[in-house]
Each structure stands twice: as C-alpha cells, then as structure tokens.
C-alpha cells in the first residue's frame, strides 16, 4: 500500500504557495488551480493538472494504487519550482504600473480627439 502521507504534504505546501504567492483561495488544490486560471503559464497549469488528478485518486484507496509516485513527484516540482520565482511585490507593483500606462494612454488617445476636432471646426 501507498502511504498517503507525502502525497497530503506536498499538495498542502503545493496549495499555500499558490495563496501566499498569487493570492488564491480555496478549499482544494484542485479549486485553486481552477481559480488561478492564465495567472499560470501551460506547463506549470498542465503540472497542477496533474498534480490534481492525483490528489482525488489518493482519495481513494483503491485507485491510490495507480498513482505514479514519480510523475507527481515531477509535476509537483515542476509546480513548486514556478510558483516559489514568483514575487508577490513585484507582481502588484507590475500591475500597477499597467494599470498607470493604460490611463496615461487613454488620456493621451482622448487629448489628440479633442485636438483633432477643435482643429477639423476651426477653433485652433
């Protein structure tokens, strides 16, 4: 028999790296893998896949026999090692500066229609 138990940790440490580094909740690994969606890139979303389907097979006892404790090892690692580059800072700061560059050009695009028709009516 399989022993459970390491397959139960890595999920959970799988699982709070994904809340403290991306700010995901959820009840189940799987959930939060759900929820995290494109913030993963496909290989480390195809890992978590994974890693997910072998979560609800240990679940089980009889289907825990056919778990392959090396491929989740690997897509575990594949997992882990991404979400433990992943800044939380930089990343808030990254969309705040997006978010910045998106009004300026807008205000940019609405300055150069209001230009554009006081010039066409003749006021400039």
């Given amino acids: 028999m399989i022993d459970p138990k390491p397959f139960q940790d890595k999920t959970a440490e799988l699982s709070q790296l994904l809340q403290e580094r991306l700010g995901i909740r959820g009840k189940t690994l799987s959930v939060k893998l759900r929820r995290a969606g494109r913030l993963l890139p ?3 979303r195809r890992a978590g896949g ?3 389907q072998a979560e609800a097979m240990m679940a089980h006892p009889r289907l825990a026999a056919l778990v392959d404790a090396d ?4 897509a575990a690692t594949i997992l882990g090692d991404h979400l433990k580059d992943i800044d939380p800072k930089e990343r ?6 997006h ?3 998106s009004i300026v050009f807008n205000l940019a695009l609405l300055g150069a229609a209001v230009y554009a028709v006081l010039w066409t009516v003749g006021r400039i």
Avoid at 71 to 74: C, E, G, Q
Avoid at 92 to 97: C, D, P, S
Wanted: charged share 35%; net charge positive; no cysteine.
């Fill in 92 to 97: 808030r700061k990254t969309r705040a500066l």
């Fill in 50 to 52: 994974e890693v997910a």
């Fill in 42 to 44: 496909r290989f480390a």
């Fill in 71 to 74: 491929r989740f090892t690997r």
């Fill in 99 to 101: 978010l910045v560059a």
